[in-house]
């Protein structure tokens, strides 16, 4: 069962740290997110939880906490969220108890000030040790947009509604929002091109996704059923999978994604964890008269009630250009993660059917998240159809694909009345040229 509604998800609830209490902050003290920072250049990594505009120490601050809170807090004296992850979700939801209460004011300040670091001096680091990378195809409005591109007479293929598809990735080009990446190399061959050439990619795009990160491990042989799925999750982050279209068009098949894929794939550094999101749980997307049900394996009732998050999503897009001007990142899309086909409990299901185990910090992608309607598809490959239309950019510019020095923004928020709105902060990258 996905977590219950708590005291932490008071909307009156305010935080003695005055910028978390601003309308359309994205670190309420009803988020309090976790994510790895430095305070400063050459310190150890530390776990921490953003509180507006501030970053709170965890492990120096939880030297009150007791029980199950203590021993929570003193795991985030760790350099990655593994450890902390592993303890579990009573753990987990003690410590996020603990400091919602001691953030807020309707409790005394307990010398809590004293740990906590301006955002904008922290640096964020990766937040998870992840062991493996598995990414999903979960939209089917995505799914058919690209398949109409290479299938125009078939365009979602026959075994798209009954098993979400993945494949796996690498984890060792995971990279931190701000960290700029080289454009890739690669085989591509254009369409009049008789033969493949070697060089960097000429169709390099973004994908707006949702990473989920399991908290939870399970054993090898033992499917984890559909709702039991949410137990295993500790937290969400934004994700975009970089793209190039020219290798993966020329690499795919038979065996699929390969190193059209796998040479950057950026994360948000905030977690925001699966409690926080209990207010924003949804129906599951209602599938289209006459689609097959999910096989029993798939299916849940809790699940269609609930399965779904209503999470809004955008992706920006900033040239050089742009930037130099003082000009703001023009929003090219902006999505919903309740329209995907595939509830995440689907997906974690799915890839534990056969027997696979997942491990604690393992790292699941969502797939592109689009909609039906074009301001709603989140990438290049579907807003520009293949480059073939190209987006107008403010000063005149235009954009089939990236270009080197573009830099690509991802935000993610909540919002639903009765409850405070909660964000994800940013998944930013620039792309600099090929080596």
Not at 402 to 417: A, L, M, V
């Amino acid at each position: 069962m996905p977590p219950e509604l708590n005291e932490t998800h008071d909307p009156a609830r305010r935080s003695f740290v005055e910028s978390a209490n601003t309308p359309g902050c994205d670190f309420p003290i009803q988020n309090l997110p976790f994510g790895v920072f430095r305070a400063a250049k050459g310190q150890k990594p530390r776990i921490g939880v953003a509180i507006g505009d501030q970053v709170l120490d965890i492990a120096a601050a939880g030297g009150s906490f007791a029980g199950p809170a203590a021993e929570a807090a003193r795991a985030c004296a760790a350099a990655c969220l593994n450890d902390l992850m592993a303890l579990g979700p009573q753990a987990w939801s003690a410590l996020r108890l603990a400091l919602s209460r001691g953030l807020s004011t309707d409790r005394e300040d307990k010398g809590f000030r004293q740990y906590l670091t301006p955002m904008a001096q922290a640096e964020m680091v990766l937040p998870v040790e992840v062991g493996d990378f598995t990414d999903f195809f979960a939209s089917i409005f995505h799914a058919t947009n690209a398949g109409r591109m290479f299938r125009p007479d078939n365009p979602l293929m026959p075994n798209y509604k009954y098993v979400p598809v993945a494949y796996h990735s690498r984890t060792s080009s995971i990279i931190v929002s701000g960290t700029a990446f080289n454009r890739p190399r690669g085989q591509r061959k254009a369409p009049n091109e008789e033969a493949p050439s070697y060089g960097p990619s000429r169709n390099l795009d973004f994908e707006l996704e949702l990473g989920m990160y399991i908290g939870a491990s399970s054993r090898l042989g033992e499917p984890i059923p559909v709702g039991k799925a949410a137990e295993h999750i500790f937290g969400f982050c934004l994700l975009n999978n970089w793209s190039a279209r020219d290798v993966q068009a020329w690499e795919y098949q038979p065996l699929g994604p390969f190193l059209g894929k796998n040479f950057a794939t950026t994360v948000s550094p905030w977690v925001v964890t699966a409690e926080a999101m209990a207010p924003f749980r949804t129906a599951a997307f209602a599938r289209p008269t006459g689609d097959p049900a999910p096989l029993p394996h798939l299916d849940d009732a809790d699940d269609r009630a609930h399965g779904g998050l209503d999470i809004t999503m955008e992706a920006y897009l900033s040239t050089e250009t742009m930037r130099r001007a003082g000009s703001e990142p023009l929003r090219v899309s902006q999505t919903s993660f309740a329209l995907m086909y595939w509830t995440v409990a689907q997906m974690i299901a799915h890839h534990t059917s056969n027997g696979c185990n997942l491990a604690v910090g393992d790292l699941l992608g969502s797939g592109t998240v689009s909609g039906p309607e074009k301001s709603s598809w989140g990438s290049l490959l579907e807003l520009t159809a293949r480059g073939r239309e190209p987006i107008a950019l403010p000063g005149g510019e235009q954009r089939g694909f990236i270009e080197d020095g573009d830099e690509i923004i991802f935000r993610g928020f909540c919002e639903r009345d009765g409850f405070a709105r909660i964000g994800f902060g940013e998944c930013r990258a620039v792309v600099l040229p090929a080596k």
